[in-house]
Every structure is written in structure tokens, then in C-alpha cells.
């Protein structure tokens, strides 16, 4: 009898799917490092990525005991380190707390599809790594100066009901219908929403800048201005019920139009962040209680939804989407036989 139980297809897909994310993230750490100029952004990036590589490394093992192929993920030939900086200072650790952001979902949700203790272990401690370099990240940017803490509010002395179906109002369709002031519940899921809109915008602007593939440059424009749109859509809402929108400093683009990523892996990049936008507004969606917020929020998931197909369309057109191992078509080998 076996020591350990032959990986499952559930813990087949999540592992295949963090090889993929982690060679990406190991990729672009690459090029961040090579770049930095702050002594403690190249710390946090530069041991960030030693864990990185030795999940990787362990994921690896895991297909050649199990008698699996290695994805290719992403490689060598993925990035050029000697090109000129695509982005000013700041914007790398801005990406890399918007990733770990995304990381911790995964890997919490990847530990409720994994069964085999080894792989349990695995989801389990990439959280806690995740979880330690996005408060870095978080620090790092506060001390500099490059994150807008979300609004204070006065702190309530009593505990209120809701009393009428009023306090759902605010869809445009009545506009004789006066919206409430927006909850802190609200607020937060609208901050978030416009801080993570922001820092994808700068990252998909420079994407365009040196994009190769004519189809693949207007891809990512149109990306852009879908961003835009969320930030100024979501930024009018704070600002109907008297909130500052956040705004960043530092991390923008630079004028340099040499790629320091191929196309394929960029497009994969874009792919994850779609995820994550779709993920991110269907729980402001979920947790808000004013019509209006809803709506808006379902409008982006499609757009976002829309947006990403559009990718996926262009990545297997070029040959940029490598398959997720698939389950035996019974089908087909029933008619072989």
C-alpha cells in the first residue's frame, strides 16, 4: 500500500494553477529586483521570491512522483531584465500587495479542494507567507507615503435598525428617490475597488506602452479605459455622499516602450487580474444594501467578464494558453474500443 494517496483531479487542477501564478509572479520578482533603487523594496521582493521558488521547487516534485507532466508556465525566455524601468519606484511593491491580495484567496480556497496532507500543508503555508508580505507591502507603502488610508468616521455611541425599504433606495431609474448616506460596509468595498482599479491601470498603461502584438497593445488600451471608468464611476459615488476618492502617488509608468515581459506572459497577468475583479465586485455587490452600489457593481462584473473573454479569444489565437490537464474523454475512448 502506497505511503500517500494518488493526487486527486481537484489537487491536480490547484496545483497546476499555483505552478502557473507562482512562474509568473518568479518572472516579474526577476525584473522588479533588477530595477529596484529602495534597499527595502529589493529586501521584501528579493526574499518574497527565495519562498516563491521553493513552492515552486516542491510543486515540481509533486508531478514527478505522481508520474505528471511539468507545465511550462513561465520561463527564462518570458523576461528581460536588461531593458530600461517600465514603472517609477513604488509601483513593484504596489503589484506585489495587489498579488498577494489575489494569492490569499487562492490558497484559502485551494486548502478546501485539497485532501492529501502534503498538499494541505502546502496551501497552508503559502497563506501565512502570502498573509506576511502583503502587511510588508502594506507598511512599506504606508511609510512612504504611496497608500491613501481608507476614510475615518465618528464612531457610533448606539446601535441603529433599518426602519423602512428606503434604505435599499438609489437606483437612477427614480430620481426622486434620495439616496442614503453610504455605510462603512459600503465604503470599504468601494475603496478597495478604486485602489485596486488604480494601481491595474498603471500596470496595464505600461503593458500597452511596449506591448508587441498590434491586437495585444489594444487589448490592454481597451483595459485602461475599462479601469478608468470603474475609478471614475466609484470615486462619484464617495463623492455624492462628501468622501475624498483615494489617490496614489508614485507608481505610474515611465515613457519607456521596451518590453521587459513577452506578451504572453502579460496577457496571463491580465487574465488573473480579471479574476480578481470579478471576485472583488461580486462580494461589493453582496454586501451592499443600496440599489444603486448593486447595479453598478453588476455592470463592471460583466464588463470585466466580457473584457477577459476577449483576452482568452487572443491568447489561444496565439498560442499563449497552455490547457489545464483535462479528464478522460470516456466518450471517445469508448468508441476507440
Known amino acids: 500500500m502506497p505511503e500517500k494517496p494518488v493526487i486527486t483531479s481537484s489537487e491536480l487542477g490547484v496545483l497546476w494553477l ?30 518574497l521570491y527565495e519562498d ?3 513552492y515552486v521547487s516542491k510543486i515540481t516534485e509533486i508531478f514527478k512522483n505522481e508520474g505528471a507532466v511539468i507545465p511550462v508556465g513561465f520561463t527564462s525566455q518570458d523576461v528581460y531584465k536588461d531593458v530600461p524601468k517600465l514603472y517609477d519606484n513604488g509601483f513593484d511593491i504596489m503589484y506585489i500587495r495587489l498579488l498577494k491580495e489575489i494569492s490569499m484567496g487562492l490558497h484559502s480556497l485551494n486548502i478546501t479542494m485539497s485532501y492529501r496532507e502534503d498538499i494541505v500543508t502546502i496551501f497552508k503555508e503559502l497563506t501565512a507567507i502570502t498573509q506576511t508580505y502583503y502587511n510588508l507591502c502594506t507598511q512599506y507603502l ?18 441603529e435598525f433599518v426602519k423602512d425599504t428606503n434604505y435599499l433606495g438609489g437606483l437612477a431609474i427614480n430620481p426622486f428617490n434620495e439616496k442614503r448616506t453610504l455605510n462603512t460596509v459600503e465604503v470599504a468595498h468601494i475603496h478597495h475597488s478604486i485602489e485596486s482599479n488604480i494601481t491595474g491601470m498603471q500596470m496595464i498603461i505600461g503593458f500597452a506602452q511596449c506591448a508587441k502584438n498590434e491586437e495585444v497593445k489594444n487589448f490592454f ?5 475599462l479601469s478608468k471608468n470603474i475609478i471614475k464611476q466609484l470615486s462619484e459615488t464617495l463623492l455624492q455622499s462628501g468622501i475624498q476618492s483615494p489617490e496614489t502617488s508614485g507608481g505610474h509608468a515611465t515613457r519607456s516602450t521596451v518590453a521587459p515581459f513577452s506578451d504572453k506572459l502579460m496577457m496571463y497577468c491580465i487574465s488573473v487580474f480579471c479574476s480578481f475583479g470579478l471576485g472583488g465586485n461580486s462580494l461589493g455587490t453582496a454586501f451592499s444594501l443600496r440599489n444603486d452600489i448593486s447595479a453598478k457593481m453588476s455592470i463592471f462584473m460583466k464588463d470585466i467578464f466580457e473584457y477577459a473573454h476577449k483576452g482568452a ?24 474500443s
Do not use: C
Open 18 to 47: 499555483t505552478y502557473q501564478e507562482k512562474t509568473m509572479n518568479l518572472r516579474m520578482l526577476e525584473y522588479f529586483i533588477e530595477k529596484a533603487d529602495d534597499e527595502k523594496a529589493r529586501e521584501i521582493m528579493t526574499n
Open 52 to 54: 516563491i521558488n521553493r
Open 142 to 159: 504606508l511609510e512612504k507615503g504611496m497608500l491613501v488610508r481608507p476614510p475615518y468616521v465618528t464612531m457610533p455611541h448606539s446601535v
Open 221 to 225: 488600451n481597451e483595459g485602461a479605459e
Open 313 to 336: 479569444k487572443i491568447m489561444i489565437k496565439n498560442g499563449w494558453m497552455e490547457e489545464p490537464p483535462q479528464m478522460e474523454e470516456r466518450g471517445k475512448l469508448i468508441k476507440k
